[in-house]
C-alpha cells in the first residue's frame, strides 16, 4: 500500500437525517489533524456532505470511499440508486426531484449538484437510471 | 514558541483526577496525568465550562483579589450587566450600583450603558450592509478564541468592534478626568466580571495591545460583601443610566434583540455554539445577518463566576429592563462616542489538532491514529486520562501517551501475559519429569 496517502471507508446509512453528514464531518476532522488550509478544508466539507445528503435523500444510501494524498482529496461517492435520467438538468441550480418532506427538513433546494460543482476543482458523474450513481469529487490541496 | 495566559486554572490539591472535566471540554484540551488534570495551555479557550462541571472545586479562575483595587487612588467600577440577576428584586438597580460604592469604589459606571454604544456601532455595520454574514458576535472572548482554534474560516465573520467593557472603560476613564475627579494615572478601572475568559480578554488581549481595564474581579469573591452593604439605604448618586437595551446583554439573545433585525440567530451553551458554527462553516445557514454564541447557558448570567442560578437570574433581570423601559428611559446612546471601536489587532488561526508541520508525516501519523483507534474498545470510559479513545490514539501517535495507559489494554496485555506463564509452568525440564514416587 502507498504509504503516502490515506484510504477511508464510510458506509452512508439510507433515510436517517439525524446521521446523515457524519462521514463528510469525520473526514473534516482528518482533515484539519493534516493541517490542511481551512480553505480547502471548507471546499472539501461542503462538496463531501452534499453528495452524501444527496446518497441519503434520493438512493437510500450507499458508501463513501475517500483518498488524500500530499496532492489532492477524492471522494468517491457511490450507490444503488435510481440514477439520474438527465444529469445537465440535475445540475441546474434550483432543479430537485426531493419529495415534499425533505424540503420540510430544509433539503432538496436542487443547490446540492451545483454546489458540489462549485466547491471542487473536479466532478466526475457516472449513473444509470435503475442501477445508481457514482459521483467522484477532487479537490486539489495547494 | 507563543506562551498563552490562561485565567482558569487547577488547583492541585482538590483535584482527584477524575473523568468529569476532561469529558466536558469543547476542545479537548484536559488530561489527567499522575492523577491530576493538567490543562493543554494552547488548546484552553477558557470557557469555564471545567469550573462548573467540577465536583471538587479544583478548577478556578483567576481573578485580581478585591483588595488589589487600593494600589490606585481613584478606583472605579464597572460591573457587567449580569450583576442585576444576582440580587433579590426588591433591590432597584440604582441600589445594586450604589453598594459597590459602599464597599470601596469612588465611581461606578455600567458595562450595560457601553453596550448600547456597541449596539449602536453594530446596527450601523447591518445597515451598511456589505459585511461577510453572517456576523458573529465577539461579545464573548471564549467564542472568539473557540474560532480561533476550531473555525479558521469563521475569523472574517467575527464583528471586530470593542466588547462594551473595553468601551466602558475608555467611557469611564475619559468622564472622570474630564470632571477633575482625578488624573489618568490615579485611576484603576475594575470590571466586576461573571466569567474567566474576560480575565483572559483583560491580561492577555486578542484584539489590542493593551486593555483598558486594570484589574478584573470576579462576582462571586465580592458577593458577600456587596450583600452586607446592600442593607444600607443610602443611596447617594444616580447611577442606574443604561436603558434597557444594554442590561438586556446579559441573557441570551439581548444582543441580538437591540440591532432591529429579525435576521439574528443567538444561541447559548459552548457545545450548542459548535454544532451553529459548524452550520454556519458549512454554509447551511440561510438568511441571517448576526449570530450573537455565547459560551454559557444562559448567556453572561450564566457564567461560571455569577452565583444565582442563570434562570432565576434572567427572571430577576426581567424585572430591571421593564423598569428601564417603564422609565421611559431614553436610549442613552446620545454623547457621541468618537473613537473608533475597530479591533486594532487581529486573530490568527491556531491549528492546534494539526498532527505535524510535514502533511506527509501528518498522514502517516493519521493513519497510525485510526489503526490504533480501531484496536481500543471504544468505551470513551476516560480512564486513560484522555477524554475519548480516538483522543488516546492521537495523545500515542503525537508521543504523550502509550496503549498501555487504555485499562482494557492493559488487562488483555496481562492476561496473554499470564497465559503464557501458564502454559510454562506446565512445561517441565525433561531432567526434572520423573513420575511422582520414583526417586
Known amino acids: 500500500m502507498d504509504i503516502n496517502s490515506i484510504r477511508l471507508h464510510y458506509e452512508i446509512p439510507g433515510d436517517d437525517f439525524t446521521i446523515a453528514g457524519e462521514a463528510s464531518s469525520n473526514v473534516k476532522k482528518m482533515l484539519n489533524q493534516l493541517g490542511i488550509a481551512p480553505d480547502i478544508v471548507k471546499k472539501t466539507s461542503i462538496a463531501m456532505y452534499e453528495a452524501e445528503i444527496n446518497a441519503v435523500i434520493h438512493a437510500g444510501g450507499g458508501e463513501a470511499n475517500i483518498e488524500i494524498t500530499g496532492e489532492k482529496i477524492t471522494i468517491v461517492i457511490k450507490d444503488n440508486g435510481p440514477g439520474i435520467p438527465d444529469v445537465e438538468l440535475a445540475m441546474q441550480e434550483g432543479y430537485s426531484t426531493a419529495s415534499d418532506y425533505v424540503r420540510e427538513l430544509g433539503f432538496g433546494a436542487g443547490m446540492g449538484l451545483p454546489n458540489i460543482k462549485r466547491y471542487s476543482d473536479k466532478l466526475d458523474i457516472q449513473t444509470e437510471v435503475g442501477k445508481g450513481t457514482v459521483v467522484t469529487i477532487v479537490v486539489n490541496i495547494n | ?439
Open chain 2, 1 to 439: 514558541m507563543e506562551t498563552y495566559f490562561h485565567s482558569v486554572t487547577l488547583d492541585e490539591n482538590k483535584c482527584m483526577g477524575c473523568t468529569n472535566c476532561i469529558k466536558r471540554c469543547p476542545t479537548e484540551a484536559i488530561r489527567v496525568r499522575k492523577g491530576k488534570a493538567r490543562i493543554i495551555n494552547e488548546r484552553c479557550i477558557d470557557c469555564g465550562e471545567c469550573i462548573r462541571v467540577c465536583p471538587y472545586h479544583a478548577k478556578k479562575a483567576i481573578t485580581d483579589p478585591f483588595d488589589s483595587i487600593y494600589s490606585y487612588k481613584y478606583k472605579i467600577a464597572i460591573p457587567a450587566p449580569s450583576i442585576y440577576g444576582q440580587f433579590k428584586p426588591s433591590f432597584s438597580r440604582n441600589q445594586i450600583l450604589n453598594t459597590l460604592k459602599a464597599i470601596g469604589f469612588d465611581y461606578v459606571y455600567e458595562v450595560a450603558k457601553a453596550a448600547e454604544v456597541v449596539s449602536f456601532a453594530t446596527r450601523e455595520i447591518i445597515k451598511k450592509d456589505g459585511f461577510k454574514k453572517p456576523l458573529i458576535s465577539s461579545a464573548c472572548p471564549a467564542v472568539v478564541r473557540l474560532i480561533q482554534v476550531r473555525f479558521p474560516n469563521l475569523i472574517d465573520n467575527i464583528l471586530k468592534l470593542e466588547s462594551p467593557m473595553e468601551v466602558a472603560a475608555k467611557l469611564v476613564k475619559s468622564e472622570v478626568v474630564n470632571k477633575g475627579y482625578a488624573l489618568p494615572d490615579e485611576i484603576g478601572v475594575f470590571f466586576i466580571t461573571p466569567c474567566a475568559a474576560k480575565a483572559t480578554s483583560v491580561k492577555a488581549p486578542y484584539e489590542k495591545e493593551r486593555s483598558n481595564v486594570d484589574g478584573v474581579i470576579s462576582m462571586k469573591d465580592i458577593y458577600i460583601k456587596m450583600l452586607n452593604a446592600l442593607d444600607r439605604p443610602e443611596e447617594t448618586d444616580i447611577l442606574d443610566k443604561a436603558g434597557y437595551e444594554g442590561i438586556r446583554w446579559a441573557g441570551p439573545g439581548g444582543e441580538s434583540t437591540a440591532l432591529e433585525t429579525d435576521k439574528f440567530l443567538a444561541v447559548d451553551g459552548i457545545h450548542n455554539v459548535i454544532t451553529i458554527l459548524e452550520e454556519i462553516e458549512s454554509d447551511r445557514l440561510e438568511d441571517i445577518d448576526f449570530v450573537e454564541a455565547l459560551a454559557c447557558t444562559g448567556g453572561c448570567l450564566g457564567g461560571p463566576l455569577t452565583v444565582v442560578n442563570p434562570y432565576v437570574a434572567r427572571k430577576r433581570l426581567r424585572k430591571h429592563v421593564i423598569e428601564a423601559k417603564e422609565k421611559s428611559m431614553p436610549k442613552t446612546f446620545q454623547e457621541k462616542y468618537d473613537s473608533d471601536l475597530v479591533w486594532t489587532s487581529d486573530i490568527k488561526y491556531r491549528p492546534v489538532m494539526k498532527l505535524d508541520e510535514d502533511i506527509i508525516k501528518a498522514m502517516k501519523k493519521l493513519e497510525t491514529l485510526e489503526r490504533i483507534n480501531k484496536e481500543l474498545p471504544g468505551l470513551d470510559c476516560g480512564a486513560c486520562g484522555a477524554p475519548s479513545c480516538r483522543a488516546l490514539a492521537e495523545d500515542i501517535v503525537r508521543g504523550i501517551a502509550n496503549e498501555t495507559d487504555c485499562i482494557f489494554k492493559l488487562r488483555e496485555k496481562v492476561r496473554e501475559l499470564a497465559i503464557q506463564m501458564a502454559e510454562l509452568e506446565a512445561k517441565m525440564p525433561p531432567v526434572l519429569d520423573r513420575e511422582k514416587g520414583k526417586r
